[in-house]
């Protein structure tokens, strides 16, 4: 019910924008996060955005580069990476939070995107 799309190749220093569209039903209601998961490591909270539309960025080396929203209307949350770095190389998941707002406890999502890759080349 969650669709992520957006991923790709890209160097380091450019940028890419994931979507994350619900279908079939609405989580305008619910926060919504986006994750990632590098090869050999474990999943990682990147940041949340709350029913009201209210976000936050985790991770000193995130803030600043990363930015995330949401469009009611088209049922839509958006991560936009900008100055992507090598380390930035991960799938990329969005998922709705059981509540209104979000947390970087993987466990409070009730659903899961299929992810999108992102590979940053040097």
């Known amino acids: 019910q969650l669709q992520a799309s957006g991923g790709g190749l890209v160097q380091a220093g450019g940028s890419l924008r994931l979507s994350c569209t619900a279908s079939r039903r609405t989580f305008s209601n619910n926060g919504m996060g986006w994750f990632r998961q590098a090869p050999g490591k474990e999943r990682e909270f990147i940041g949340g955005?709350?029913?009201?539309?209210?976000?936050?960025i985790h991770g000193d080396s995130l803030k600043g580069r990363f930015t995330i929203s949401r469009d009611v209307a088209k049922n839509t949350v958006y991560l936009e990476m900008n100055r992507l770095e090598p380390e930035d190389t991960a799938v990329y998941y969005c998922?709705?939070?059981?509540?209104?707002?979000?947390?970087?406890?993987?466990?409070?999502?009730?659903?899961w995107g299929q992810g999108t890759l992102v590979t940053v080349s040097s």
């Open positions: 955005v709350s029913w009201k539309g209210e976000s936050t």
């Open positions: 998922a709705a939070h059981r509540g209104p707002y979000y947390s970087a406890n993987a466990p409070d999502y009730t659903y």
